[in-house]
């Protein structure tokens, strides 16, 4: 995709429109494939596996921008804090999923599986994170007028030498930056690239009463554990469960009511 929208000026001043250049010149470009295979080595055994790749490549050249303050005045030389580079953003994401279900039953599959995900980014507090994630599930639909299933996952995310200058170091010049300097209070780590592990528990039920009335009832679990966070988020906790229940009127409609609390 390209953006090339003309930038703002500057200033309404004379002279003063000093802007790197005049338009955005943007362009990005992305690369995408994935990667399946399913096999059935036993009669009651499948296994799956996937990867998927996706990739930024950000071609916005990365310029100094020289702000001119409160509109008419001189323009900020490059060692000052309002001399910025913008930055072009990129990343790469690789995913691997490996599952293996088993038939217990006719109508019982219990699946067990892996996930890795790993993230390179531009320009973030980490070079890169990795994610492990192990889960179990056990889907059973033996009697024909329910229908059930249980879920667990747990995961954990690790993101490399967390430096909070990094992004500091690239976004200013070299005569503005100090050693030690950071945008960001050091303690107060990104949520999204912060060390973290992850647990999920889900259930869910659903029940045919008759031909014409249905109802379920579900439950989900999510915990989330910030251990390297000094400040800011470090646990983060919800529990869900819901009921539902769906009355038949024939041709005339029907009837929903459900209720939810979190």
């Known amino acids: 995709s390209v953006q090339d929208e003309e930038f703002l000026p500057f200033s309404s001043g004379t002279g003063l429109d000093l802007l790197p250049?005049?338009?955005?010149?943007?362009?990005?470009q992305t690369l995408h494939f994935s990667l399946n295979a399913t096999s059935n080595p036993l009669p009651k055994l499948t296994t799956t596996a996937k990867f998927r790749h996706y990739q930024t490549i950000n071609d916005t050249p990365k310029t100094i921008f020289l702000a001119i303050v409160n509109d008419t005045g001189s323009q900020v030389d490059s060692s000052n804090t309002r001399a910025l580079f913008n930055l072009p953003y990129d990343y790469i994401q690789d995913k691997f999923n490996f599952d293996v279900a088993y038939r217990i039953f006719p109508s019982t599959n219990f699946k067990m599986g892996y996930d890795f995900n790993l993230l390179k980014r531009d320009f973030r507090a980490v070079e890169s994170t990795?994610?492990?994630?192990f889960k179990a599930t056990l889907r059973s639909h033996y009697?024909?007028?329910?229908?059930?299933?249980?879920?667990?996952?747990y995961g954990e995310r690790d993101g490399e030498n967390y430096d909070t200058s990094r992004v500091f170091e690239s976004r200013h010049t070299p005569?503005?930056?100090?050693?030690?300097?950071?945008?960001?209070?050091?303690d107060l780590r990104r949520y999204d690239i912060a060390d973290r592990s992850r647990l999920k528990i889900g259930t869910n039920l659903h029940i045919s009463a008759s031909s014409k009335l249905d109802f379920g009832i579900s439950y989900n679990f999510l915990e989330d554990d910030y251990d390297e966070s000094v400040l800011g988020l470090r646990n983060n906790q919800n529990q869900t469960v819901a009921v539902d229940a769906n009355y038949s009127l024939g041709e005339n409609g029907a009837l929903f009511a459900y209720y939810t609390h979190e």
């Not at 990795?130 to 994630?133: K, R």
């Not at 009697?143 to 996952?153: D, G, K, L, R, V």
């Open 21 to 28: 250049r005049r338009t955005a010149d943007a362009k990005i």
């Open 130 to 133: 990795v994610e492990n994630t």
């Open 143 to 153: 009697f024909s007028w329910a229908n059930a299933n249980a879920n667990f996952s």
């Open 175 to 186: 005569e503005f930056v100090t050693p030690g300097s950071f945008d960001a209070v050091p």
